[in-house]
């Protein structure tokens, strides 16, 4: 876990790693304190009178078409995009960690058939993969819909994990543990797993950003996370028709979209740099 | 080199049969009536649903259901569409000029521009240009597509009318006008969905190229070239790039599926005719064969796609074949 | 370097300027055509095989009807219809009706439209193989035979007084001398549904995939020629991209303006577009299944009982729900009853927006908060219920959360589902669900009440799914058809419904139409928005 400290403090070192940081902490906290001093995001307190109300006092980002305040909405919504993503990608990273050793470390065809099949679902665009499958429950709960963004997103780490163990097999050391006689697990999980910890934090945070987007995305086409929890993407659709009338209530969770990819991919930049210093 | 070539096309063959068995498993698991679109608002007697369930076949059991599409597919029939009633072959040939327009012009933008910014991005390697540029790409790749292109089609198509919206081409352009003049008309739909696309996407490229580029600026022979006394200028951009553009084409390959894929987003926003939306819309009214359909052509751009990749890799760098 | 970039940057810039000024050809053709914004792909407009309004609404300007219906949409009795492919038609006894088409009636290639035309067509229709959702609505014609090439006699099986209109309204006459020679199951891929050939006002022009179909003026149409040249049907799935199209002059003609309500300042905004306001066919409402979704032999658990009906009704203040999306332009109707129905007037108000009548009717059916969470239950089970939604629909889907938001005050907790349209049928005819938003286009007759609210009705698909059955009214509804006196039958149906409670009618609207300036003479029929563009005009 030395390699995970190390990777960390050139982050923090790095400029934009360090820009990056400083933003996502402060989502992270504005989406973890906020609510405790902005109004209930669900209320509804004057359909007819307080509806799309541009900024001002009292709603800082104004109100939406429901009179909800868009504050306390796109406040709200950094906490569920946030989870969804972290939650989302870490399954998605252990199980494309467990796939690749599997397949990398055990070879022979249990190798060949985990490849051919995760091939053919990376050959499946991951947004139809989605559509398809969140179209197998009518309603589908916060929970599922964090397990399918997960259990989606592993492919591509699997095949990474899978080349760097089989890099790391011909390596001196790995085969000296073995000659050895180091028991299987203790190959894979002390000498193989920490090795492949650099590539695998770099597709963590850069996976993060991606899943946001998707979750934005998917929450846009009307599928994702189910009204009335606010969800960023699920904002802009819902704001999509008064667009010109209150552009405030899409303008901003678009942009708080933007600013926490953003952040998420600098802080990743600077990963992919600590982990492959030449290229910096 | 043939065996090799024959092992990888062997495997692209492979992994598309099993993309087509996923598909079509994930497909048939959703619940959803297919038949729902043509019942619209009005009551229909269960007589009347039971025939056209038999016709379209959807009464069969699952095997059947699969065996009847293979036979299709392998005579290049991909069934009957069940919202539009045609052939979805005929669906998506009408589709497919709009969409490879789109994702064509995409694709030459982020290899034209995209490359030439990442090369000069390595050129000044860490001074402001490619902190700055670094940065801006980034949050384009940060920005969700829809979004972008509503807030396109809301400033620039409807509040100051620089750009069409929507569509691709002005249906009140006379039917005799010159050629110039339709490509002109077809151009200026393009721009916003184009650049919308673009905007989210370019950032891999310029990445890829800067890379590409440092690990060229970086190699023996640039600085045997710049011993020799030549002009930076003609280090850079005749030796250097030369080599740093190969890897970033072996990319387009991968690039490929964006031409269906890219631009689900994009294309309901803009209403830009292409196979994005109509896939999109084929998945929410559950169309079975032209979800079937579409999906099994972006499968097989996104393994074509690879394909080509490797091949291209193995014909200029025989050390893969042996890896 | 610095060349190559000023070079481009010139070109970028000459290459924006030219794609930032409109091609100059298309304004001359836009002074003679009419461009209709639709939300659907007209890709088979033919008569028996249409599904969707798209399709139907280029189906109306290619294929005439024998007649259509007159000014006042009234579907009883053998008059008030006004002529078109029939010249005139006479009862021969009570279940025969005699047409005599109009001689000098054309198909787009030339050839005379016949009698044999529309027999093959009504073969068609009666036919549930190939008729589809026609067959039921022609269910009570017996026979339809060609006396010569000009005469058509239709038998009914039984008297009724809507015997015309069945006959004329339903079908469209289709060209058999051509379709003869097609096979059904090749119809839809033929060369005559990619270039249909019809006997209306206009002809097919072309059609351009997922953009826009375009229909030409018949300059020599029998019932006068067309005055607009060309009129185009511009696809946008997109509501918003469609209100664009409209607001940058890319389309002249938008139906449904509202809701959401935002969108009629902005129209209104546009001096060079006019608002025209029609009543229509439409009723929404929150439908409460009251057979329990595991086993449709059961009452429903919560909803069977019509005091927690009655009591959603009272708690959700449907006045404020339908002027935040429709304002001024729809009411809050007392049952199935739309703007266009005439015994729309014979009812009395909805019942109030009363949260606390809906409490004392919720605490007398046994609903108390015993667990403090705020939520009521009963025997440990919570008053929570499923609520769906289609996605495709906006405006339902603020509905639904209004409902949410309000009914949560009562301790009723609602869950939205909001479901892709083919899950929505299948649940809704499937019966399960709790409650579901729907928006109902209702028949221009009051009998229509009978497909979706009787007892005959539950059970069929799309119709009666939440199970409402009164034999009550169902006799009342049989007396009022036969009735010479039927309104205060009618009236005591909407007050048993009102009492019954089997759904929250939330609004009855109308919809709004916006049309460019330039088009005069415009009149728009309530139940086929385009049907009477032929006799618009265009100023110069």
Known sequence: MNRVAEILRHVRRSPEGRLGLIILTAIILAGAAGPLFLPDPLAQPDILGGANLAPGTGHWLGTDQLSRDVLARVVSGARISLTVAFIAVALSITLGAAVGLVAGYVGGWVDVILMRVVDGALAIPRLFLLLLIVAVWEALPLAAFIVLLGTTGWFGTSRLVRGEVLRLKTEPYIQAAEALGARRHRVLFHHLLPNTAGPVLVAATLGVGNVILLEAGLSFLGVGIRPPTPSWGGMILEAQEVLFVAPWSSVFPGLAIVLTVLAVNLVGDAVREAVDPQHA | ?323 | MLRLTRVASGAAMLLGTALCHAVPDAAAQRAETLVIATGQEAALPIPTLISGSGNQDVADLLFLRLASLGPDLRTAGDLGFTPELASSWHRRDSVTLVFDLNPRARWHDGHPVTARDVVYTFGRARDPKTGGKLAPTVRHIASVAAVGDGRVVVTFDRAYNEQVYDAVFHVQPLPSHILTAIPDSLLATSGFASQPIGNGPYRWGRRVAGQFVELHAVTDHFLGPPRIRRVVFRVAESPDARLNMLLTGEADALYGIVPPLANLGRVAANAQLRLITVPINTVGYLLFNQRSPDNRGRPHPILGDVRVRRALVHGIDRRAITRSLFGDYAEVPVGPVPQLSWIRSLAGPPPPYDPAQARVLLKEAGWRDTDGDGILDRGGRPLALTLNIPATSAPRRQMGLQMQAQLRQLGVRVEMAVLSIPVFVERRNAGQFDMEIAAARMDPTPSGIRNSWSCASVGVPNANVGGYCSPRIDSLMGLALSSPEPAPLWKAVLEQIRADAPAAFLYAPMTIIAIDRRFREVAIPPLSTWSTVAQWSIAR
């Open chain 2, 1 to 323: 080199m043939l065996p090799w070539i024959a092992g990888r096309t062997a495997q692209a063959v492979a992994t598309f049969v099993v993309a087509t068995i996923l598909i079509f498993m994930l497909m048939r698991l959703a619940p959803g009536d297919p038949l729902a679109r043509l019942m619209g608002d009005r009551p229909m007697t269960r007589e009347e649903v039971a025939t056209l369930r038999r016709l379209y076949g959807l009464d069969q059991p699952m095997i059947a259901q699969f065996g009847r599409f293979t036979y299709g597919v392998v005579r290049g029939d991909l069934g009957t569409s069940i919202e539009y009633r045609l052939p979805v072959t005929r669906l998506i040939r009408e589709r497919l000029p709009a969409s490879l327009l789109l994702g064509g012009t995409v694709l030459v933008l982020n290899f034209t521009l995209g490359v030439w910014l990442g090369a000069l991005q390595a050129v000044r390697l860490g001074k402001r240009f490619d902190r700055w540029l670094s940065t801006i790409s980034l949050a384009g790749f940060a920005l969700p597509s829809f979004w972008l292109g509503l807030i396109l089609a809301w400033l620039i198509g409807v509040k100051w009318r620089l750009l069409p919206a929507l569509g691709m081409m002005d249906p009140l352009l006379p039917q005799d006008a010159g050629a110039l003049t339709r490509a002109l008309d077809i151009a200026r739909h393009l721009v916003l969905p184009a650049v919308t696309l673009s905007v989210v996407s370019i950032a891999a490229t310029i990445r890829y190229q800067r890379t590409a580029m440092i690990d060229a600026l970086a190699a023996p022979f640039i600085r045997t070239a710049r011993a020799k006394g030549l002009s930076e200028r003609r280090v850079v951009w005749r030796h250097a790039w030369r080599n740093a553009l190969f890897p970033v084409m072996t990319l387009f390959g991968l690039w490929l599926p964006i031409v269906v894929t890219g631009s689900v987003f994009v294309e309901q926003v803009f209403s830009w005719p292409g196979l994005g939306s109509l896939a999109a819309n084929a998945i929410s009214g559950r169309d079975y064969p032209v979800i079937m359909g579409t999906s099994l052509l972006a499968a097989a751009l996104v393994i074509a796609g690879g394909w080509l990749t490797d091949l291209v890799y193995a014909v200029l760098d025989p050390r893969v074949r042996h890896g």
